[in-house]
């Protein structure tokens, strides 16, 4: 097991030293809840990292989106670069749900893309957390829905030990029936084998570059090597091979056996019950389905749906909690809920919107009502598998203060000594020409701007409207995709454009140094984006330059305002006497690279968007043609830009999903 250590090149500052030390001692003090309000630029990730080093304990972090937790993955990978950071997000790239519509008699069966180099992912994150015991995972709130047992997932893995015996047969057996991999005769992928002669090879599930090659003489494994699974040549020989199942959804025949019958019996008490209430076609329609996915379980040991039958395979009884990543932990770990305030709602809301649709494929006979259990965990359920947690945000809501109580620890000073931006309320009415009044000053001084509008409309019209007057300035919102917005902030920071004009600029990585000035228009009619901790959290755009200012346009001062403009104020008045105490002199940091996992994958894959999908298929036949004529460095560098493309995917996936709230990243 190899300790946390935070590779950094600078050492904590402002009121980080005296965070983590209140952090700790909450820990060690037996603190169950304790929330750390850091504002925008104190460093709260950095904290968090020295925490972790500290405690050397598991860490689950919760993100509310992928594009969140990409960005957090990369920052925890780089303060931890040689230790367990593991990703875990929903594996779809594409994923509309199982639904039925009774007032149109229309059944949507569910239509989904995996995304295996996410699955594979996900694969490392619970192998190491069963290996290891220690391990940094950054999740998205999918980890709390249901996946195969821990025990199962263990007890299925397969052990080949150098110099051990195992008939080449059986093991193909057993990799195909009871880990459920497939065998291939050409290009080996990921969760695949192929047998020639006396040499097996196989590609874990967990992994997609490198491949495990058993080398028999008659019935014992004589060599054991790790190789590149592309150019087939040895990493290193070892002396042990050990490999998971190729799904989280694996069960041992015994329990499979039990599993099937357990559905029988319910599909048989469901039969009587549709029949004895008169719903004769709901009856035929459960039966016919559910006899054809029990052929299939007893020939395959699975079948397409199968986590609808989980609490049968895992032998949960109706109504239990499902089994989720967050059982893979030790008893120990420690929870970290990331942009708590948004995260918290989140999770309190899964269970119903799923629930809501899976009872109306019950009600009219398409699925048991054991597929109930198949969901996420109720928010008392997280709780209670809570051991200690870390609540995380600028603007924390009413649920993280309560359980708090006095453990709330505030990250205020920053270690740049920047204070928070004035803000200065000025009327609606001409707020567009005073707004654009503002910006060419603001520019004509280098600095940057982003403006927030109440509709996607205005904001289109606004940029319009700017770059007739001859501002560079564009629109961001959520009609573009992941990349496009990107490639919006990168323009921006390589003085492509001066202003950015959106709806909701509290998205993703809009924490950009440049940005002097916040405007933001209509600031007094009353909703989600002018509530107390939106206002707080858009101000807060500007608060990474020296300069920063912030102008609110409102004909009356709401009661969101007057909160907004209190806390903001009463933040720099403490920043302010900080640095005249400790003779801080701010300092304007360099801009850093946008930090994000799929930093410059559009350029890396020299690809237009639209080109994404359809270009994966034809390279990697490409690669595998190449390498089989051994011109491995050509099929290597197809391979690097196929591992551009594919994170390019997994951008794009977040607005692939067809119905909000489905997917559990959405």
Not at 18 to 41: D, F, P, R, V
Not at 204 to 224: C, M, N, Y
């Amino acid at each position: 097991m190899k300790a946390f250590r935070v590779v950094s090149s600078y050492s904590p500052a402002g009121d980080q030293p005296k965070a983590i030390k209140e952090l700790i001692h909450n820990l060690q003090s037996g603190a169950k809840y304790q929330t750390l309000m850091g504002i925008t630029g104190s460093g709260k990730t950095y904290t968090i990292a020295k925490v972790l080093e500290h405690i050397q304990k598991a860490a689950l972090i919760l993100s509310p989106n992928k594009t969140l937790a990409a960005q957090l993955y990369n920052e925890f990978s780089q303060f931890f670069p040689e230790e367990n950071v593991h990703f875990f997000i929903s594996y779809y790239d594409y994923y509309r749900p199982e639904a039925y519509i009774p007032e149109t008699d229309t059944y949507l069966e569910k239509d989904a893309l995996i995304n295996q180099d996410i699955d594979a992912l996900r694969h490392a994150a619970t192998i190491s957390l069963l290996e290891d015991k220690q391990a940094i995972v950054i999740a998205s709130v999918s980890a709390i829905y249901g996946i195969g047992a821990p025990e199962e997932y263990l007890a299925q893995r397969l052990e080949i030990r150098l110099g051990g015996e195992i008939a080449r047969e059986d093991l193909c057996f057993n990799l195909a029936n009871r880990l459920l991999y497939k065998r291939e005769f050409e290009n080996l992928t990921r969760g695949t084998f192929r047998l020639t002669g006396d040499t097996l090879e196989i590609i874990p599930s967990h992994e997609t570059e490198k491949a495990f090659r058993i080398i028999f003489l008659g019935d014992q494994v004589e060599e054991i090597h790790l190789i590149d699974a592309l150019t087939k040549k040895t990493v290193k020989q070892v002396d042990r091979a050990v490999i998971y199942p190729a799904s989280h959804f694996t069960t041992a025949e015994p329990n499979l056996k039990r599993a099937i019958q357990s559905i029988r019996q319910e599909l048989e008490e469901q039969l009587n019950y549709f029949r004895s209430i008169g719903k004769v076609i709901e009856a035929e329609r459960l039966e016919s389905r559910t006899l054809y996915d029990l052929a299939l379980l007893s020939e395959n040991g699975t079948c397409p749906g199968i986590e609808n039958y989980s609490r049968h395979l895992a032998g949960r009884k109706a109504g239990e909690p499902p089994v989720t990543l967050i059982d893979y932990f030790p008893k120990d770990y420690i929870m970290i809920i990331d942009e708590s305030h948004v995260t918290i709602p989140q999770l309190r809301g899964m269970y119903e919107g799923d629930r809501s649709r899976k009872q109306t494929l019950v009600d009219f006979g398409f699925r048991l009502p054991s597929a109930l259990d198949n969901r996420p965990l109720k928010f008392d359920e997280v709780l209670a598998r809570i051991n200690q947690c870390i609540f995380v945000s600028a603007t924390p809501g009413p649920f993280e203060l309560e359980v708090s109580r006095k453990c709330v620890v505030e990250l205020i000073n920053r270690p740049t000594g920047i204070t928070d931006p004035v803000i200065e309320i000025r009327p609606a009415s001409g707020q567009v020409k005073d707004c654009l009044e503002e910006s060419v000053n603001e520019i004509k001084k280098g600095g940057k701007v982003l403006v927030m509008t109440i509709t996607k409309k205005i904001a289109e019209e606004l940029a319009v409207y700017f770059r007739e007057r001859n501002v560079r300035a564009r629109y961001i919102h959520s009609e573009l995709n992941a990349i496009e917005r990107y490639d919006l902030l990168r323009a921006l920071r390589s003085d492509l454009i001066d202003v950015l004009i959106g709806v909701n600029l509290l998205r993703e990585g809009l924490d950009l140094v440049e940005v002097s000035l916040v405007c933001i228009l209509d600031a007094d009619k009353e909703g989600f984006l002018r509530s107390s901790r939106s206002l707080i959290q858009i101000i807060g755009r500007a608060a990474r330059n020296i300069s920063g200012r912030a102008i609110l346009y409102a004909d009356k001062i709401t009661e969101s305002i007057k909160i907004a403009v209190e806390e903001t104020n009463r933040r720099r008045k403490i920043q302010l006497d900080y640095n005249r105490r400790n003779k801080i002199k701010p300092y304007q940091p360099k801009p850093a690279p946008l930090q994000n996992f799929f930093l410059e994958i559009s350029r890396q894959a020299d690809t237009s968007i639209a080109l994404a999908e359809t270009e994966i298929k034809g390279l990697e036949e490409e690669m595998y043609k190449l390498a089989k004529e051994q011109k491995f460095e050509e099929a290597l560098q197809i391979r690097e830009k196929l591992k551009a493309l594919k994170k390019l995917r997994i951008m794009l996936s977040d607005e692939k999903v067809v119905e909000e709230g489905a997917d559990p990243d959405s």
